[in-house]
């Protein structure tokens, strides 16, 4: 087991359940990244995805494809990501981990990617449109830099593929709550709940976090409830996206408003 | 001629090309990368393909439906006067612009519409470009009675408006992708989150040799009914199945893969795709194999215009149906192996092979098929007399006629 896995872990045995939160690098400008970084951090999230913007980033809704433009018209690169993961990860013992789509990571080169990432102190990687492979040159990479690369599965995954990814994953295994894309609305709960337990009990080897239109404290508890914890992305990204259009509000009050928007949703993990 | 099946027929002594392999990679190129919700889905087509090929009740229907609706064969014209022009090899064209809609694209929706109904799906999509592979499909929804759906560029609705009409006519609706470049690469996003999110009830026709596995065989399969059609026309024509010289223009490629595949075993057969290099290989392109480089976009991998953080470059071309930074991986690895060349031609001189073929031969071609007129001026001067020459004529030029107008 990881050490970031027994991490999420020793929360699920507390009782409680981890709460990772998403922001897209260089998102809404270069300089505010380490910010909203210590901001997250400071809000209590068990973790951070930061995300590495892509051009065409099939998997995401329009929040983040918005935030990824965004993010590349500021000139965020692959190089700059890093930075900003070393920097936080050398002053929080909060696990950051890296999320985005294999071709810029192909681009940098898969095995210095994993190297660099690793000597910037991320934990894991995460890249939906990433197949786990024995033999993939990305899943290679990972485990030869002890890096963790998380692997998804959804609503439409049958459970003996489950199994093979949750013996091909590292870190945790990512449940899509629905068939959809990020932001989608979850809609009806109970088949949720029902696959969610169902996949859990197939897990052998790591934890179980949902992600995909988790936005409020009610949906992290309700949704995590049979799992060890849940993601939120797009939500953050809108009310990041929200104070950065309001002129009238200092950045340190955004800062504030956004520490607040993820200590509410941290308690949605905690226990009644 | 009459058999889906594409393995090769007359092999020399040279192992068969029987290239993809079972997880669909041509070499290093092709594979599968996409969001896990669509593996199951990608693994149910491929069987599904798969039962499908070996059914003669499958093939029969579709073979009759290409004959009796899409009007195959179609035509292998001999190019008297292009051929004076030149003063070399024999040209023949074959006239994929005499399909019903006016482009070989008609094949595949065929194909892919009776896999979606054997499949018992109920929503098509679809993405488009220029917005022949829209009207093949929302032609063939219209046929079949099913609901269709077809994202295009915000940008591409504008350069092809009598293609948007047309949908509307056969009762698709018209979505349209405004992201990024608003173009067909953002048409294909839209169309695979479209898919991702309704996976259960619908099928994605793709509209090129491109995308996750099992869709660069698929679509090859629904196409190489062009080459055959040429081997037995040419044995019947000239006393031999195979030209010299095969040339096709290459966007996403489906035109190409539909010609060369059938000779690909029998190396004399010089195979040659003709990109397009747009404003000229200095300037704005989508000459993705001449210059691009391997990346993973749409599901497959392949060569891209990209740059060097690994971000998708904006491809530019005269003609929307080749406006696209990414190629099928078939053709990346046709091109690494060295099986086919891979040649380029610009918006300037894709123009003068429109005015040709329509002044030597009265066929006006559309800016796609133009591409390869022109790859024809750079190939056939010099040619021996007793070769022949076949050029896959993809589309007829009438959707074009108002950017023709506008360039001339």
Redesign the interface.
């Known amino acids: 087991m990881s050490h970031f896995s027994d991490l999420l872990s020793q929360v699920s045995k507390r009782g409680e359940r981890s709460l990772g939160m998403f922001v897209t690098s260089g998102f809404p400008d270069m300089k505010a990244t380490p910010d909203l970084l210590r901001a997250i951090d400071a809000g209590g999230a068990d973790f951070i995805e930061l995300g590495m913007p892509f051009s065409d980033p099939l998997a995401e809704g329009l929040p983040i494809q918005r935030s990824s433009e965004r993010a590349l018209k500021n000139g965020v690169t692959m190089q700059a990501t890093l930075a900003f993961a070393k920097e936080f990860t050398s002053q929080s013992e909060t696990p950051l981990l890296l999320m985005g789509y294999g071709n810029p990571v192909m681009r940098y080169g898969i095995s210095n990617f994993f190297r660099d990432a690793r000597s910037s102190g991320v934990q894991g990687v995460i890249l939906p449109d990433v197949l786990p492979a024995e033999d993939s040159p990305f899943f290679k990479a990972a485990k030869g830099h002890d890096v963790d690369l998380v692997c998804l599965i959804s609503p439409t995954t049958p459970e003996a593929r489950m199994a093979l990814i949750d013996e091909m994953s590292s870190g945790f295994v990512y449940a899509v709550s629905v068939t959809g894309i990020t932001g989608t609305d979850t809609g009806d709960a109970s088949p949720i709940l029902s696959y969610l337990r169902q996949a859990k009990a197939t897990m052998r080897k790591n934890p179980l976090l949902v992600g995909f239109g988790i936005r409020t404290a009610a949906d992290v508890r309700q949704l995590s409830e049979h799992t060890d914890g849940a993601i939120v992305g797009s939500a953050l990204i809108n009310h990041i996206e929200a104070l950065w259009n309001d002129i009238s509000i200092s950045t340190e009050d955004r800062l504030k408003s956004v520490e607040t928007f993820v200590r509410e949703l941290k308690a949605g993990t905690l226990a009644l | 001629m009459g058999t889906l099946d594409t393995s090769p027929s007359n092999a020399p002594s040279v192992a068969p090309y029987d290239l993809p392999d079972s997880r669909g990679y041509f070499g290093e190129f092709g594979g599968?990368?996409?969001?896990?919700?669509l593996?199951?889905?990608l693994g149910e087509l491929t069987n599904a393909f798969d039962e499908a090929l070996h059914d003669p009740a499958f093939q029969a229907r579709y073979h009759s439906l290409l004959r009796d609706y899409v009007g195959r064969p179609t035509a292998l014209t001999f190019a008297e006067r292009l051929t004076a022009h030149f003063g070399g090899a024999r040209i023949y064209l074959k006239r994929e612009d005499l399909c019903h809609t006016g482009a070989h694209k008609i094949n595949n929706a065929i194909g892919q519409i009776l896999l979606a109904r054997r499949m018992g799906k109920t929503r098509i999509i679809a993405e488009t470009g220029a917005g022949q592979h829209g009207v093949a499909t929302a032609t063939v929804c219209a046929r079949f009675g099913m609901e269709c759906i077809v994202y295009m560029g915000a940008e591409d609705m504008e350069r092809q408006r009598l293609n948007v009409h047309r949908m509307n006519l056969l009762g698709a609706e018209v979505r349209p992708a405004t992201?990024?470049s608003q173009t067909l690469?953002?048409a294909t996003?839209e169309a695979?989150?479209d898919w991702?999110?309704?996976?259960?009830d619908t099928f994605y026709i793709i509209g090129s040799v491109v995308g996750p596995h099992p869709y660069p065989r698929m679509v090859r399969a629904f196409h190489t009914v062009i080459g055959e059609e040429v081997k037995a026309q040419l044995e019947s024509r000239e006393g031999r199945p195979n030209p010299d010289i095969l040339i096709a223009c290459v966007g996403g490629g489906s035109n190409a893969i539909g010609l060369f595949h059938p000779f690909l075993d029998d190396k004399n057969v010089r195979c040659v795709g003709v990109e397009a290099s747009g404003e000229g290989l200095e300037g704005r392109h989508a000459a993705t194999l001449t210059l691009g480089?391997?990346?993973?976009?749409?599901?497959a991998l392949s060569y891209?215009l990209?740059d060097?953080?690994?971000?998708?470059e904006l491809a530019h071309s005269i003609s929307a149906g080749l406006d696209y930074p990414g190629v099928g991986p078939e053709h990346a690895w046709l091109k690494q192996s060295g099986r086919v060349e891979y040649i380029s031609a610009t918006d300037t001189e894709a123009m003068e092979g429109v005015k040709l073929l329509s002044r030597t031969e009265g066929i006006i071609p559309a800016l796609e098929t133009a591409h390869a007129i022109a790859g024809l001026s750079q190939i056939a001067p010099g040619t021996p007399h007793d070769e022949l020459i076949v050029l896959n004529c993809s589309g007829r030029g009438d959707k074009d006629m108002q950017t023709i107008a506008e360039a001339l």
């Open positions: 599968s990368f996409v969001p896990e919700i593996v199951p889905a992201s990024g690469k953002d996003n695979i989150r991702v999110t309704n996976v259960r480089t391997p990346g993973i976009l749409h599901g891209l990209q060097d953080q690994g971000q998708i």
